[in-house]
Structure formats: structure tokens, C-alpha cells
């Protein structure tokens, strides 16, 4: 019983814990646990030297690490490429059904997503924006080519680009939009392709040689973004939230398989990620979306990240395209996400694509879960009542273990008013009580950690279920009834919070009260900790917990009622 009272104070102090820090967080201030994987202020970068990428070696090669850039208006500067006179920022704009974009025609860059289907947590009529380089914000895709012999340039980011489509609006079910870029002899064609009702873009680079040189370019891809941590959609508490609060780069590759990186590890030059591979793609998560490059296969590249000035960071890839004759053109295809953590659709774009939603080490039995859940919804049509047959199905799966605690709990009510007594008579000899209590335990048969085996199994199962409501994209703004208008974010009256820490409450009534007091008094705690902490969940895992209590508590009654009607049948 001393290892029992041991629990429950580590678990109560660690509540405590857990509560004073939630509400430290939520006020704004830092973290009492530390700071998170995002550095919204880095320090000065360390004086370690770096080795510049000699322009004029034979880019026939993966190009090697290049020097940090230097950055002009948020730019990164890739290897090989010398700072090129750009015109004044220029933008256009484009619309599909699913997306607004804007492209500067300084570098064909893409330095604005409006995510249609949406809406923005601040302003719930206007489209959530996901990349940006406005309001204090840099968050850009770019590409270019690089390599070029000393003393010239090749079209570049930062070189001034052309826009040859007129169609700015979708019609039919694709929009195709190209830009031109010339210099040096070498002209760049920019091609992007979106289709009706999808974020992913096919993007095409067609390298034309103009000169009478032979040239050997490498296509670079980039993402380029600050370390800001979007809080509006970091709903769930940092305590908790694990994999899905992440915002940083990832890279997949065959070799080394799925791979993120945080900030502060970038900026202290501690990252460990593949350098080269010849398959994979590289991105940039934050909790619900992502954008993502995804180079062609099969050929041989070299990635790097690395931080560009203070507060900014770029993930790059760079691959070599090999000799291009004189008067002759090649093109290199890729693919570009830029949208929804959407795992149907990622998993389409590229191998392995599905993995930015991280459900760590737990992903074996999350993954089904989000399969049984999504299934669900094609037959309800709403994620509210998603979870509550989810919660059922998973509850009916466990009932035999869940019974057999139920059952041990329920003896262990029956025999409480004789363990009462036995305190009684012996008083403070711990030792003789606990003989007695032993004892007493075996005749009738009672294991008093019997209870602990089945909850312990299916905690794995819980936290995955945890996870996968916290990473689903699919309940940002989902409704469920009257008052919960989205399931991502905290119940705005509280209720669900006030209704767990109800059913708390009646699930300790129904338990046997612990012969310590001390163990009591943290017993009756425990309800106001968690239901407390829950004020600052998402509404959709709050109504899960609800769920799951309510159950535990109809489970509880009919296996207690049928051990007490067995032990009346049995005193006749």
C-alpha cells in the first residue's frame, strides 16, 4: 500500500505540475519545462568556418555544403550564384477552387498560399494563409539554377522573370501558369500546373542553352521560412502535444527514412540529417500543414539546411542535370505540395509523404485508428459524433480487460469495510497490517493490483487515439452540436471540461475507497487537476475523454452489480 500512496503523490504533484505550466503558456509566458524546438530569437551563429562552393568546379557532381547565404529582402542566395539586379517585387495573383497563390516576378517565387477550404483562426472569414512574406512574416518556395562558370549568372530567385500566361483564374479543371527568365545564354522556363481540387502543383524547369558553349546548371529547389511558432494552431497544450506541435524541416529518404530537424539544432549547425540521395523529398510541417518539394526520382542530389540570417532558415535541395549542348533544352519535373496535412493525398504526391502527420513511435497503432476514423465519417458525416462511436468501438474491443479491473475493483469494494476494521484493531503496527491485509487478500482471492495489468495495455492504444484526434487536420473547424462550432480548438463555454470532471467524480464513487487517508484526500483531487487541464484542450479530445468516462462508468455498474448479486446469492 506504501507503493500505491507513492503513485499517487508522484501523479498528483506531477498534475500540479503540469496544470502551473499549461497556464503559464497560455499567458504568454515561457514554458516552465524549458524552451520548445522552435527558437523565435537565435543566438549569434557559432565562428565555425565554412567552405564556399567553388562556382567554377565541374557541376557535373553533388555540389558540396554551400556557405551560409547572404540574404537580401528574405532570399536566400544558393551556391554558384552571385546577387543578380532584380527589379522592384512585382506580384501576381492566381485562384483555383482550393487556392489562392501569389508569385513575385523577381525569381518566380511563391510568396503567397491562401488555403480556401480553410478559414483563419483570427478572422473566420477570411482564408487561412499558409505561406506569406508580409506582416513581419517569411514564409517562400523558390528555385533556380545554379552553376554557372565565374563572371556570369544564370537565372536565378533573384533574377527578374517574365510572366507569358494570361489565364489567372481556373476554368475547366487545370490552370497552367509559366514564367521566363534569360541570362548568361541560358534561359529558364518556369512551369507551374495546378489541378481542380488539389494543392498538389507539378512544377516543370526547362533549361534551354542559347550560347555556343555546352553548360552543365543544377536545378536547386528551396524553402524558405522563419522560426516563428504559429500558436494560433497549436490548440493543444505544449505538455502534450507532442509530435504535433512540431514546426521545423523534414527530409525523407530510403536510407535514413523519415527525419525532422528543429530550429535551434539548424542554427547551433547540430542538425543530422541525409546529405545526398537519389529518392525522397523534403518539406516544411507545422501542426496541420505543410509544404513540401518532391525532386524527381532516381536522380542524384544533395540536400542542406541551414540558417540564412537570424530568424530565418532555409531546407534546399541541388541537383546536378548533367551537360546541356548548344541549342538544346532540358526539362527536370518536380512536385510541389502546399496545403493540408491531408494523409490520402500526400501519400499519392510521394512515398512516405503521409509521415509529416507524426504520430511517433506510436504510428503502428495510430495509422489504423485514422483509418477506422475517417471510415466512420464517410458513414456519419460529421467528426463530433466520429469520436463517440470510435470511443464505443474501442471501449467494446477492451471490455474483457476492462472487466476483469472492474471485477478486482469491485471485490476490492466488498472487502473494504472488513480492511476498515482490521486498520482499526491493529493501529499503527504497519507490519501486522499488512500481514493481515495479505492474507485476506488470498483467501478471498483478490489480486489488489489485479486492476493495473489491463489499463496498463491499453494505454498505447489511448495515447494513439490522443494523437490522432490532436494531428487530424480534418477537425480544424469541424463542427460537432449546438455550441462546439470546431473541434479543433477549446470548448468556448466549457462544458465538456465541466462534464469530464462530473463523470470523474461518479467513477470514484463507484471505486473502493483507499484505506489511507492520504491516498483519499489525492483521490478526491484528481477530478478538479485533470478537468482543469482540459479547460485548455481541444473540444474534440475533451469529448473523447467524456465519452470514454461515461462508458467506464456503465462498464463499472453492471460488472459491480453482477459481483454483488453473485456475493448475496452467495451468503444464502
Same mark, same amino acid.
Given at each position: 500500500?506504501?507503493?500505491?500512496r507513492?503513485i499517487?503523490?508522484?501523479?498528483f504533484?506531477f498534475?500540479l505540475?503540469?496544470l502551473?505550466?499549461?497556464w503559464?503558456?497560455?499567458?504568454?509566458?515561457p514554458?516552465?519545462?524549458?524552451?520548445?524546438t522552435?527558437?523565435?530569437?537565435?543566438?549569434?551563429?557559432?565562428?565555425?568556418?565554412?567552405?564556399?562552393?567553388?562556382p567554377t568546379?565541374?557541376p557535373?557532381s553533388?555540389?558540396?555544403?554551400p556557405v551560409?547565404?547572404v540574404v537580401s529582402n528574405s532570399?536566400?542566395?544558393v551556391?554558384?550564384v552571385?546577387?543578380?539586379?532584380?527589379t522592384?517585387?512585382?506580384t501576381v495573383?492566381?485562384?483555383?477552387d482550393v487556392?489562392?497563390i501569389s508569385?513575385d516576378?523577381? !525569381?518566380?517565387?511563391?510568396?503567397?498560399?491562401?488555403?480556401l477550404?480553410?478559414?483563419s483562426r483570427e478572422?473566420?472569414?477570411?482564408p487561412?494563409v499558409?505561406?506569406?512574406?508580409?506582416?513581419?512574416?517569411t514564409?517562400i518556395?523558390?528555385?533556380?539554377?545554379?552553376?554557372?562558370?565565374?563572371?556570369s549568372?544564370?537565372?536565378?530567385?533573384?533574377?527578374?522573370?517574365?510572366l507569358?500566361?494570361?489565364q489567372?483564374?481556373?476554368?475547366?479543371?487545370?490552370?497552367?501558369?509559366?514564367?521566363?527568365?534569360?541570362?548568361?545564354g541560358?534561359?529558364l522556363?518556369?512551369t507551374?500546373?495546378?489541378?481542380?481540387?488539389s494543392?498538389?502543383i507539378?512544377?516543370?524547369h526547362?533549361?534551354?542553352?542559347?550560347?555556343?558553349?555546352?553548360?552543365t546548371?543544377?536545378v536547386?529547389?528551396?524553402i524558405?521560412?522563419d522560426?516563428?511558432?504559429?500558436?494560433?494552431e497549436?490548440?493543444?497544450?505544449?505538455?502534450?502535444?507532442?509530435?504535433?506541435?512540431f514546426?521545423g524541416?523534414?527530409?525523407?529518404?530510403?536510407?535514413?527514412k523519415?527525419?525532422?530537424?528543429?530550429?535551434?539544432?539548424?542554427?547551433?549547425?547540430?542538425?543530422t540529417?541525409?546529405k545526398?540521395?537519389?529518392? !525522397?523529398?523534403?518539406?516544411?510541417?507545422?501542426?496541420y500543414?505543410?509544404?513540401a518539394?518532391v525532386?524527381?526520382?532516381g536522380?542524384s542530389?544533395?540536400y542542406e539546411?541551414?540558417?540564412?540570417?537570424?530568424n530565418?532558415?532555409?531546407?534546399?535541395s541541388?541537383?546536378?542535370?548533367?551537360?546541356?549542348a548548344p541549342?538544346?533544352?532540358?526539362?527536370?519535373?518536380a512536385?510541389l505540395?502546399?496545403?493540408?496535412?491531408?494523409?490520402d493525398?500526400l501519400?499519392?504526391?510521394?512515398?512516405?509523404?503521409?509521415?509529416?502527420v507524426?504520430y !511517433?513511435?506510436?504510428t503502428?497503432?495510430?495509422?489504423?485508428l485514422?483509418?477506422?476514423?475517417?471510415?466512420l465519417?464517410?458513414l456519419?458525416?460529421?467528426?463530433?459524433?466520429?469520436?463517440?462511436v470510435?470511443?464505443?468501438l474501442i471501449?467494446?474491443v477492451f471490455?474483457?480487460?476492462?472487466?476483469?479491473s472492474?471485477?478486482s475493483?469491485?471485490?476490492?469494494?466488498?472487502?473494504?469495510?472488513?480492511l476498515?476494521?482490521?486498520k482499526e484493531?491493529l493501529g499503527?503496527?504497519?507490519?501486522?497490517?499488512n500481514?493481515?491485509?495479505?492474507e485476506?487478500?488470498?483467501t478471498?482471492?483478490i489480486?489488489p493490483?489485479g486492476?493495473?495489468?489491463p489499463?496498463v495495455?491499453?494505454?498505447?492504444?489511448?495515447?494513439s487515439l490522443?494523437y490522432?484526434?490532436?494531428s487530424?487536420?480534418?477537425?480544424?473547424?469541424?463542427?460537432?452540436?449546438w455550441?462546439?462550432?470546431d473541434?479543433a480548438?477549446?470548448?468556448?463555454?466549457?462544458?465538456?471540461?465541466?462534464?469530464?470532471m462530473?463523470?470523474?467524480?461518479?467513477?470514484m464513487?463507484?471505486?473502493?475507497?483507499?484505506?489511507?487517508?492520504?491516498?483519499?484526500?489525492?483521490?478526491?483531487f484528481?477530478?478538479?487537476?485533470f478537468?482543469a487541464?482540459?479547460?485548455?484542450f481541444?473540444? !474534440?479530445l475533451?469529448?473523447?475523454?467524456c465519452?470514454?468516462n461515461?462508458?467506464s462508468?456503465?462498464q463499472?455498474w453492471?460488472v459491480m452489480?453482477q459481483i454483488s448479486?453473485a456475493?448475496?446469492?452467495?451468503q444464502?
Amino acid at each position: 500500500m506504501d507503493i500505491r500512496r507513492t503513485i499517487l503523490l508522484m501523479i498528483f504533484s506531477f498534475s500540479l505540475l503540469m496544470l502551473w505550466n499549461n497556464w503559464q503558456v497560455h499567458q504568454g509566458n515561457p514554458s516552465l519545462l524549458g524552451a520548445s524546438t522552435q527558437s523565435t530569437s537565435p543566438a549569434a551563429p557559432p565562428t565555425t568556418s565554412t567552405t564556399t562552393t567553388d562556382p567554377t568546379a565541374p557541376p557535373a557532381s553533388v555540389p558540396s555544403a554551400p556557405v551560409a547565404p547572404v540574404v537580401s529582402n528574405s532570399s536566400a542566395i544558393v551556391p554558384g550564384v552571385a546577387t543578380q539586379a532584380s527589379t522592384q517585387a512585382q506580384t501576381v495573383d492566381f485562384k483555383t477552387d482550393v487556392l489562392n497563390i501569389s508569385f513575385d516576378l523577381v !525569381g518566380a517565387q511563391l510568396v503567397r498560399a491562401d488555403l480556401l477550404a480553410f478559414p483563419s483562426r483570427e478572422e473566420k472569414d477570411k482564408p487561412f494563409v499558409l505561406l506569406n512574406n508580409r506582416g513581419g512574416q517569411t514564409y517562400i518556395v523558390q528555385s533556380g539554377l545554379t552553376g554557372a562558370p565565374a563572371g556570369s549568372l544564370y537565372p536565378t530567385h533573384l533574377a527578374p522573370f517574365s510572366l507569358v500566361t494570361d489565364q489567372r483564374e481556373l476554368s475547366g479543371n487545370q490552370l497552367v501558369i509559366k514564367f521566363v527568365s534569360e541570362a548568361s545564354g541560358v534561359k529558364l522556363t518556369k512551369t507551374f500546373t495546378l489541378n481542380r481540387g488539389s494543392y498538389e502543383i507539378l512544377v516543370d524547369h526547362q533549361i534551354e542553352n542559347l550560347s555556343a558553349q555546352p553548360i552543365t546548371p543544377a536545378v536547386y529547389l528551396q524553402i524558405t521560412r522563419d522560426s516563428k511558432d504559429p500558436a494560433s494552431e497549436n490548440s493543444t497544450p505544449s505538455f502534450m502535444s507532442g509530435p504535433v506541435s512540431f514546426t521545423g524541416p523534414a527530409i525523407f529518404s530510403e536510407q535514413e527514412k523519415f527525419q525532422k530537424v528543429s530550429f535551434s539544432d539548424i542554427e547551433k549547425r547540430k542538425a543530422t540529417y541525409v546529405k545526398e540521395a537519389d529518392n !525522397g523529398w523534403f518539406a516544411m510541417v507545422q501542426h496541420y500543414f505543410v509544404t513540401a518539394w518532391v525532386p524527381p526520382q532516381g536522380k542524384s542530389r544533395s540536400y542542406e539546411m541551414t540558417e540564412l540570417q537570424k530568424n530565418l532558415f532555409a531546407v534546399r535541395s541541388i541537383e546536378p542535370v548533367g551537360t546541356i549542348a548548344p541549342g538544346n533544352l532540358l526539362n527536370v519535373p518536380a512536385k510541389l505540395w502546399v496545403g493540408p496535412q491531408d494523409q490520402d493525398g500526400l501519400e499519392k504526391v510521394a512515398p512516405g509523404l503521409d509521415l509529416v502527420v507524426d504520430y !511517433g513511435l506510436l504510428t503502428i497503432i495510430a495509422k489504423p485508428l485514422f483509418a477506422l476514423m475517417t471510415w466512420l465519417y464517410t458513414l456519419l458525416g460529421n467528426w463530433g459524433w466520429t469520436i463517440v462511436v470510435l470511443t464505443i468501438l474501442i471501449k467494446a474491443v477492451f471490455y474483457p480487460l476492462s472487466a476483469a479491473s472492474y471485477r478486482s475493483m469491485a471485490k476490492m469494494k466488498l472487502v473494504a469495510p472488513r480492511l476498515q476494521a482490521l486498520k482499526e484493531k491493529l493501529g499503527d503496527d504497519r507490519q501486522k497490517l499488512n500481514t493481515a491485509m495479505m492474507e485476506m487478500y488470498r483467501t478471498e482471492k483478490i489480486n489488489p493490483l489485479g486492476g493495473c495489468l489491463p489499463i496498463v495495455i491499453q494505454i498505447p492504444v489511448f495515447i494513439s487515439l490522443y494523437y490522432v484526434l490532436g494531428s487530424s487536420v480534418e477537425l480544424r473547424g469541424a463542427p460537432w452540436i449546438w455550441w462546439i462550432k470546431d473541434l479543433a480548438v477549446q470548448d468556448p463555454y466549457f462544458i465538456l471540461p465541466v462534464v469530464m470532471m462530473a463523470t470523474m467524480f461518479l467513477q470514484m464513487r463507484l471505486n473502493p475507497t483507499p484505506p489511507d487517508p492520504m491516498q483519499a484526500k489525492i483521490m478526491m483531487f484528481m477530478p478538479l487537476i485533470f478537468g482543469a487541464m482540459m479547460f485548455f484542450f481541444p473540444s !474534440g479530445l475533451v469529448l473523447y475523454w467524456c465519452v470514454n468516462n461515461i462508458l467506464s462508468i456503465a462498464q463499472q455498474w453492471y460488472v459491480m452489480r453482477q459481483i454483488s448479486a453473485a456475493a448475496a446469492t452467495a451468503q444464502r
